[in-house]
């Protein structure tokens, strides 16, 4: 079955260090991957994407990498802030044929000062 | 550009009566997409709508059904509510169906059945 995980559990990081949250999906041949961010009572804010033939993509702090082989991509905050404390979310396109993305459970991430 | 919004922000109804939920899209967006969220099952693909078109269905009861307007607006409706429900509905829009075009969230609209 089409499975897209990431671990559920916080990851508990203190300030300053380099975060790296983990998406493995199975089943899926997606063309593209995204990442998003999800404060409390909020909708998800969309953060990076990053396409099958591309190995790595960098915006400020973050950066995420893909790697179609191991189906997995890795999200990186370098230089941690408090204010980087929520949930984060990835997502794929299911279908190759639209916005139907399918969404992972997303990783808490909590950040101490 | 005002972002996407979504009315109401918060409602409460009781099993087996219906909801619409409004959705508007940022302007010039012309592809609309709902999603459920929970606790237990994250965030789930409802349906997706491209110039007044059902594009893309996901795994839910013919309960849940959608359209879009000529303006791009958008309505969910869920007809004999049950207590799993319960949920925030989400809706994103972007420019187009094209699969790499950024999707921007509205806040949601909260669901309480009891």
């Known amino acids: 079955s089409q499975k897209i995980e990431q671990n559920s559990e916080a990851l508990n990081i203190q300030e300053g260090k380099t975060a790296t949250l983990t998406c493995n999906y199975t089943?899926?041949?997606?063309?593209?991957l995204q990442w998003y961010r999800q404060d409390p009572g909020r909708g998800p804010v969309f953060l990076l994407l990053?396409?099958?033939?591309?190995k790595e993509k960098r915006k400020e702090r973050l950066k995420v990498t893909f790697d179609t082989t191991l189906k997995q991509s890795l999200f990186h905050i370098t230089a941690s802030q408090p204010a980087d404390s929520a949930t984060y979310l990835c997502?794929?396109?299911?279908?190759?044929?639209?916005?139907?993305?399918?969404f992972g459970g997303g990783t808490r991430l909590m950040v101490k000062p | 550009k005002a972002g996407v919004t979504q009315t109401p922000r918060y409602l409460i109804k009781t099993r087996g009566q219906q909801v619409t939920l409004s959705c508007s899209p940022i302007?010039?967006?012309?592809?609309v997409s709902w999603y459920q969220q929970t606790p237990g099952q994250g965030l789930q693909f409802l349906f997706e709508?491209?110039?007044?078109?059902?594009?893309n269905k996901g795994n839910f009861p013919g309960r849940f059904s959608g359209r879009q307007f000529s303006n791009s607006r958008s309505e969910m409706n869920v007809s004999t509510l049950e207590l799993g429900d319960s949920a925030l509905y989400l809706c994103?829009?972007?420019?187009?169906?094209?699969?790499?075009?950024?999707?921007?969230f509205g806040p949601g609209t909260r669901l309480t059945v009891l």
């Open positions: 994103a829009s972007s420019p187009g169906p094209a699969s790499t075009d950024t999707q921007y």
């Open positions: 709508y491209f110039s007044e078109t059902q594009r």
């Open positions: 302007s010039g967006h012309r592809s």
């Open positions: 990053i396409r099958e033939n591309e």
């Open positions: 997502a794929l396109d299911a279908n190759n044929a639209g916005n139907m993305l399918t």
């Open positions: 089943n899926y041949s997606p063309a593209y």
